[in-house]
């Protein structure tokens, strides 16, 4: 099964990555990118697996890179809250 099957496994992936990211000293700001890099490749590359990817990949490709800035910080914050 693909961490893309199921929008909880693609969560905990996303927070199990920033806990890495964080232990070996990435900054906000080097996070924040990474996320918004991570955001551009899916969004351009991946099929969404399920109705949760689709909605963020709609966003995504609708927003302003402003705002997909927004998204990325957003899904951080989303699963940093676990």
């Known amino acids: 099964m693909s961490i893309l099957d199921n929008f909880d496994s693609w969560k905990g992936f996303l927070a199990d990555r920033l ?5 070996n ?6 996070i924040s990118g990474l996320a918004a890099e991570v955001g551009d490749y899916l969004a351009q590359s991946v099929n969404a697996q399920n109705p ?3 909605v963020l990949k709609e966003l995504w490709n609708a927003a302003s890179e402003e705002e997909q800035q927004a998204l990325a910080n957003t899904m951080i914050k989303l699963v940093q809250k676990k």
């Open 52 to 54: 949760e990817e689709e």
């Open 25 to 30: 000293g990435a900054d906000q700001k080097t």
């Open 19 to 23: 806990e890495q990211a964080q232990a």
